[in-house]
C-alpha cells in the first residue's frame, strides 16, 4: 500500500486540508481499533499524533468532518478537513511524517522526523491535539476494478446517528454491499436522503441522540454535539458524548419507545426545576436529562430511577429564564430519547444581594456555582445560596431565626444542604437539613446543642462538629443519621489540657476517615479519629509536632478553614497577626513530611493591594489549579492561577458578608471536600 500527500489547500474551500492519494489494496491496521483482514473492499486510514512518548486513541473528536471526493481506477483519492478541534485548543501541530516501518505483513505505521524515511509525508495545520487524536476513514463498497456497483452502502445498522441511515452522497464503487467500517456519526438535526450510484439511500427514521433527526447520505449522519467513532457493525462507536453527558459501549437507538415529561417549579425556589417522565421503553437501566438555556443544553441532571415518576431536579438554572430540556432513557444498550421541552424559571428575592463580579481573564477561570451563606450578625434572618459561573443566584434558602451563618455543606448524594448558625457569642444553636428543591426543611437544632462555627458531613450523612464545651476548650462531637450524639474529644487535649480554646473550623479527611480541627487560641490545626486519637498538631507552638528541630513553615499567627489536599498535603486561610489587625491575610500551602515530621511551604498567595480578614476566612484548590480565596468578612472572593495572578473577583456591597465557601463544578452528586 503506497501513500502520498502535501498540506496544500485545495482549490475548493478555504481550509487546510490533507490530501492522501491511495493506491493499491489489501491492508491490514493494527493497533487499539479492530484488525481487517486484507480485502478488496476495504481501506483505512490512521494518523496518530504523539505527545512526548505517548499515543493516547481519542474517539470523541468533536465536529469532524470527512469528505470522499472521489473514487476511480485502481486508486482512492481521499479528503480529509478538519472542521473545528474544540476539545484540543493547546499545543500547536508542525509539520509530521507517516512512515512505513519496514515490508513485514501486516505493515506497521509511525510517526517518523524524515522525510527521507517515509514513504509519505503529512502537512498538519491545527490550533489544538493536546495529546492525540485518531482520524480513521473507510471507503466501503470499493470493488478492486475501481469500477461503480449497483450494491447499496450502509453506514451501520442501529447507529446512534439515525437508524439505519444509509446511502446518501457517498460513491459506490464496487462489489456488494459493505456495512460497518469506521463510520463517523454526530447526532443531528434533519433527516436527508440522497441517491448512491446504482441504489437509493434513505434518510434517517429515529430521534437521534445528538439531535433532534437522524442524518442518510455519505455514511455521515451530522449536527448536535454528539461524535460517535463507529466499530465494525457502526453501533454506536466506542464513546459517545451530548450535552454534559456519555455513554459508551455500542449503544443503539430504539425506533419502538417514547418519552413522555412534564415539568413544573419548586414552590419554595423558583429556579428549580422539577421534571418527572414515563416511558414505554421498559426496565430501564440508567437515566439523565440534558438541559440549557438553548437545545445545546450544557447541564445534565441524573435520574434516580428509584424515584416515584423518574422525579429529578433542574438545578442551577438562572432565575427568569427560559431553559430547554430533553430526557434520555437507557435499557442496556437500547436509548431512547425525548423530544425538547421548555420550562421558565421564576424570580430571585430581592432582599439577597448578589456580587459584582470582575473577571480578568475568561479562559483561566475555573467555572462553576459556588456554595455560601450570609454571615451577618446585625441581620436577624440571612440565606443560604448558590451562584454559578457568572456570579447569579440559582438557589437559596432563607433561614428564618437563625441570624448570621457559618456553614452552608451539601450532602455527599447532593440531595440536601446542611445550614448552621454561627452561634458567637454562645447562644442557642441553629441547624436544618434542606432539600435540594426547599420543600422539606428538617430542623435538627435540639441535635446539635453548643454547636458553634463549623459542621463537617460525612459520606453517610454523620455530622461531626464543633460545639462549646464546660471547660473552656470547645468539644468536638459526631451526631449519627439516628441522632444519637457523642463526645470524640475536647479541644484542649491535643494542646496539654488546655483550658482555653477557640475551635472556628472543621473538614472531614475521607482519606484516612479522620477529622482536622482548627483552634484559633494556640494558632494550629490537629487531625484526630472518630475514635479520638489524636493523629498531629501542626502549628499550637511547644505542642507542634513537626519541625522540632526548627526551620520548616509551621509557624504563623490566626487561621480558619483548611483544605486537605492529601495525608500530606495541606491549604489552609491564614488570617494575619492577632486575627488581622492590619496585618495581611493569605493562603498557605503546606507539604508535611510525615515520616520526618518536618513541613515545607510549597505556594501561599497575598492579594495586592493587600487584604486584612480578622474574621472567618477560607480557601479551596480547584481541579484546574486555581485557588478560592473567601475574605469572608471583608465580602470579597478571590480566584487566583497557580502563579498568583487574579483571574476574577466577587465583591460584595458592605455589610453584607459572607461566612465558608465550597467551590462545585456540579451541584450533584459528592462535594469536592
Known sequence: MLFWGSGKRHPSHGHALDELMVTGMGVRRSGALPEHETSPGFIAVEMIFFQSSMAVHLTRIAHLRREILASSGASGYFLFREAAWRRFPTVDVSRRHLCVQGNARPRRWMLGDRPSDCIEELAMKSQGISIAAIIAATCAGCGGNGTPSSGTASGGNSSVGGNNASGGTTQNTGGSSATGGSVLSTGGNSGTGGT??????????????????????????????????????????????????????????????????????????????????????????????????????????????????????????????????RVVAQTGSTQCTSSDYTVTTGARPTDLPTPTVVTNNQSAVAGGFLVAEGYRATSPDDYAFILDADGELVWWYKATGFADLTAAKMSYDGNYI??????????????????????TVNDYSSQFTGLNHDLTILPDETVIFIAYGTNGCDDIKERSTNGT?????????????????????????????????????????????????????????????????????????????????????????????????????????????????????????????????????????????????????????????????????????????????????????????
Request: hydrophobic letters at 30%.
Open 485 to 673: 450524639v457523642r463526645t470524640i474529644i475536647n479541644s484542649g487535649a491535643p494542646f496539654g489540657n488546655s483550658n482555653a480554646c477557640h475551635c472556628n473550623a472543621i473538614q472531614y479527611s475521607k482519606d484516612d476517615d479522620t477529622v482536622v480541627v482548627s483552634e484559633l487560641d494556640h494558632n494550629g490545626y490537629f487531625k484526630v479519629t472518630r475514635q479520638g486519637q489524636v493523629k498531629w498538631v501542626l502549628g499550637g507552638g511547644t505542642y507542634n509536632s513537626f519541625d522540632k528541630s526548627g526551620g520548616g513553615a509551621s509557624s504563623w499567627t490566626s487561621q480558619h478553614n483548611i483544605h486537605i489536599l492529601g495525608l500530606d498535603h495541606v491549604l489552609f486561610f491564614n488570617n494575619g497577626g492577632g486575627g488581622g489587625g492590619g496585618v495581611p491575610s493569605k493562603a498557605i500551602e503546606l507539604n508535611l513530611n510525615l515520616t520526618a515530621m518536618t513541613t515545607s511551604q510549597l505556594w501561599s498567595y497575598t492579594s495586592n493591594p493587600t487584604i486584612s480578614n480578622g474574621v472567618m476566612g477560607d480557601v479551596q484548590r480547584l481541579d484546574n489549579g486555581n485557588t478560592v480565596v473567601a475574605y469572608s468578612t471583608q465580602g470579597i472572593i478571590h480566584e487566583v492561577d497557580s502563579s498568583g495572578t487574579l483571574v476574577q473577583k466577587l465583591t460584595w456591597t458592605l455589610p453584607k458578608t459572607i461566612g465558608y465557601i465550597t467551590k462545585r463544578k456540579t451541584l450533584y452528586g459528592a462535594p469536592p471536600r
Open 418 to 439: 446542611w445550614v448552621a448558625h454561627g452561634n458567637v457569642p454562645q447562644g442557642t444553636a441553629h441547624v436544618a437539613r434542606v432539600s435540594m428543591d426547599g420543600l
Open 196 to 325: 448512491a450510484t446504482g441504489g437509493t439511500a434513505t434518510g434517517g427514521t429515529r430521534t437521534n441522540v445528538g439531535g433532534q433527526s437522524a442524518t442518510g447520505g455519505t455514511n455521515v449522519a451530522t449536527g448536535g454535539t454528539r461524535t460517535n467513532v463507529g466499530g465494525q457493525s457502526a453501533t454506536g462507536g466506542a464513546q459517545a458524548t451530548g450535552g454534559g453527558s456519555s455513554t459508551g459501549g455500542t449503544s443503539s437507538v430504539s425506533t419502538n419507545c417514547s418519552i413522555t415529561a412534564t415539568s413544573s417549579l419548586s414552590t419554595a425556589i423558583a429556579t428549580v426545576g422539577i421534571v418527572q417522565f414515563s416511558t414505554t421503553l421498559s426496565n430501564l437501566t440508567s437515566a439523565h436529562i440534558d438541559f440549557g438555556l438553548d437545545t445545546n443544553y450544557g447541564m445534565t441532571a441524573p435520574v434516580d430511577l428509584t424515584q416515584s415518576n423518574n422525579r429529578t431536579l433542574l438545578l442551577g438554572m438562572k432565575s427568569s429564564k427560559t431553559y430547554h430540556f
